[in-house]
């Protein structure tokens, strides 16, 4: 979790270089406040920042440990209903499972053209092993299998953007990723009349479908099927000064660089289809990159696994890659 305040830190640098005026935040489930602090202390952003926590004696540290920050405000409260008369800035929900709980609230509280930040930890719904609880708590059908946790993080997009639509807003990723045993995406939230093009959120039918295989048990979602990225917002990317995991946030914004890069759903592994396509020395991820990129497709490598791609080629062109570099071994 260290890394990840990291990279909370280095997202509220970059989306708030060369704004001019004071912003607010609101970390909805604080617990001692090590990341609203860090967000309010390194970011550079907040001249105020709330920090609510219901535990009493969670709240009792948050307090202590708040009072040495000047702008900090803390306070022991249920997450779940907004402060009166709020707007913040920047709204961030980091529970124990599920944020559906606090959707609400933080939709109210988020200032139009303001930032929703928002973990779900619980991926054995998202990610497909509870999938009652998955349609009834998110609304879609998850993946399962290799893909699942990408599955979830979109099916936990297409909720946020339908519970947004039911406020009368829109919200576009600016940041969104699978990290570990969590999903994590920092929206912006905007009036829903400001948003442009095609619906992002659709169902993924196999029938039809011509990317990374994801099983014949679908139709999947509906899914946010949509960017993940703001590729300018995460080409400006650092890892801060004070970085509690310095390499391993570099590594992550170095792969996410690459990854901008070719924003498509979902990946696959060179490994995975040399295994499906029977190919019994499967060529190396490098080999595969630069086959696609001569070929005239864009490719890239994913944040999501060490040995996974992105690429817009469709499906049969990969595998026609793969099996070539196969046989030309
Ligand atoms: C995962 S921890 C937060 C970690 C914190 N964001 C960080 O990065 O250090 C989740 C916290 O949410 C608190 N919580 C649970 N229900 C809540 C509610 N209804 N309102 C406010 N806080 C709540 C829990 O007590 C717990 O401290």
Known sequence: MAGDRDLAVAFVRAWSAGATGPRTGWEVTAATGVRGLRLLHEGGAFDRFLLTEAHPAAARVLATNAAAYPGAVAEQADGRSAPARAAFDYVDIDPYGSPAPFVDAALAAVRPGGVLAVTATDMMVLAGVQRGAAQRR??????????????????????????????????????????????????????????????????????????????????????????????????????????????GTSRFLERLREEVEVDRPFYYEANGLARELSVPAPPSLATVLGALRSAGYRAGRTHARPEGFRTDAPRVEVERIVRALAVGR
Request: hydrophobic share 40%; proline share 12%.
């Open 138 to 247: 998110y609304g879609g059908r998850p993946v399962r299998g290799r893909l699942a946790p990408e599955g979830g993080l979109r099916i936990l997009l297409a909720y946020l953007a339908r519970e947004a639509r039911r406020r009368s807003l829109a919200v576009r990723p600016r940041l969104a990723y699978v990290r570990d045993h969590y999903v994590r995406a920092y929206l912006e939230v905007t009036p829903a009349a400001a948003a442009r093009g095609a619906d992002p959120i659709g169902e993924i039918d196999p029938a039809t479908w011509t990317g990374p295989g994801l099983g014949e048990r679908g139709p999947y979602g509906p899914m946010w099927l949509g960017p993940l990225f703001d590729p300018t917002l995460v080409r400006a990317m650092r890892p801060p000064a004070e970085s509690a995991d310095e390499r």
